[in-house]
């Protein structure tokens, strides 16, 4: 629950100071120029209303989230209260009844002891199922909305970029000049490019080709890096600090060199991205889980299950993986956004996934010429490329706050 107030606490930071010092200014620049420039007004002032909701978007969306969390923080620190003040007022209950029973049985007798006894005893049980129920709903609810509030809404976005080419309403292949440039409608919600390809349909097909490479790539991240980096961990001391070397030395290579390595080789296509990428976060991902296992082998909980003769295996798959899961889901989360701007910024600048592959970046490189005139063609799949990237942040920085 706190980590969930923490993290939009976090976030109400982030877009105030986005809003009011960033997006806000620059819509009211864009505005002021628009007024002087008669050739590309009418542009200027359409991109500097866009800019300008989507910075009042922000700005209130993230506090109204902000304002429910706290109303539910109160409301549940509430129910708790009142949930300790009714079992300490049943606990004096049943002390006095059981007190007054012992009395009144001292004087009418075994018979009336024995039934009084048997009625307070069904009472408090009563009244035990009754706080336990009680109990149990105040942490169901509090769960639902712990994750109602942090980490539901960014998978829901992300399952809705991956799997939201589905639900496209146009073809994002299909061509009609005729209907090029259009505005926003219900065929065309996000409006339509220089060749009258359906913006929208356009954008799902993006997310689905971008988070189709990100995660496979992380699913090899983890399977190769945490394998890697457990056999290095158990190598003698001569060895780890040769293999040590050699990752450092490799993981200074930046993505973008491997990228042209292996274009020069295979060229432009998925494969090639997705090794690219890959390359480098394995590296680092066997470096991460070799640095955990030995900080975890010095620690008292390792140095007992080894003195009470647990093997090899069970310390590590019993012990210390559950110990280092988190820090390893964490470094995927934060490396997905990492992938998303990479790929993204790739393909804008020309090394793209193939000729007739659809991405983020590839839209941002064939809506350059027409900023002027159509700044949203520039607009929208910046605005996906930034909520998917924060999406993954919320999530790794979600995973830093649970296990701090």
């Known amino acids: 629950m706190l980590c969930a107030i923490f993290l939009e606490k976090y976030l109400l930071t982030i877009t105030s100071y986005v809003s009011f010092t960033i997006l806000i200014p620059a819509a009211c620049a864009l505005g002021i120029a628009a007024l002087f420039s008669e050739k590309l007004r009418a542009a200027l002032g359409k991109l500097a209303w866009h800019v300008l909701l989507f910075a009042l978007a922000i700005a209130f969306v993230i506090p109204a989230g902000v304002k429910v969390s706290s109303m539910i923080e109160d409301t549940y620190r509430a129910s708790i209260e009142e949930t300790i003040a009714n079992a300490e007022q049943t606990t004096e209950d049943i002390q006095s009844a059981t007190s007054g029973k012992t009395d009144e049985g001292e004087k009418s007798g075994l018979s009336g002891l024995f039934s009084k006894v048997t009625e307070g005893i069904t009472g408090a049980a009563t009244a035990a199922v009754g706080q336990l129920k009680t109990v149990l709903n105040r942490f169901i609810e509090a ?7 942090s980490c539901l809404i960014p998978i829901l976005v992300l399952l809705f970029f991956l799997f939201g080419s589905f639900f496209a309403p146009n073809d994002p292949t299909a061509t009609n000049i005729r209907d090029k440039f259009l505005s926003s409608s219900t065929e065309y919600p996000f409006g339509t490019d220089n060749f009258g390809r359906c913006e929208f349909s ?6 689905k080709t971008t988070l189709g490479i990100v995660l496979t790539g992380s699913a090899i991240v983890i399977i190769l890096g945490v394998f890697f980096g457990i056999l290095l961990a158990k190598t003698g001391r001569r060895r780890n600090i040769l293999a040590e070397s050699i990752l450092n ?6 993505p973008v060199a491997y990228l042209i390595i ?4 295979w060229g432009n296509s998925i494969p090639t991205m997705l090794v690219a990428l890959t390359a480098s976060l394995i590296l680092r991902m066997i470096k991460l889980v070799k640095t955990l296992i030995e900080v975890e082998y010095g620690k008292a909980y390792i140095m007992c299950a080894i003195a ?3 093997g090899k295996a069970r310390i ?3 012990h210390i993986l559950p110990n280092i899961i988190r820090d390893i889901v964490q470094f995927i989360c934060l490396s997905c956004a990492e992938m998303i701007i990479a790929i993204s910024g790739f393909s804008f600048i020309g090394l793209s996934l193939g000729d007739d592959v659809i991405d983020w970046g590839v839209m941002l490189s064939d809506a350059r010429a027409f900023t002027g005139t159509h700044p949203e063609l520039l607009l929208y799949p910046i605005v996906f490329i930034f909520i998917s990237s924060l999406c993954f942040n919320c999530l790794g920085r979600l995973l830093e706050k649970e296990g701090a």
Do not use: D, K, S
């Open 308 to 310: 009470c003769g647990a």
């Open 202 to 207: 356009r954008i799902l097909e993006g997310g």
């Open 262 to 265: 292996f274009i020069g080789i």
């Open 143 to 149: 769960l639902a909305v712990m994750l109602v509030t």
């Open 316 to 318: 590590m798959l019993v």
């Open 249 to 254: 030395a490799v993981t200074a290579i930046p």
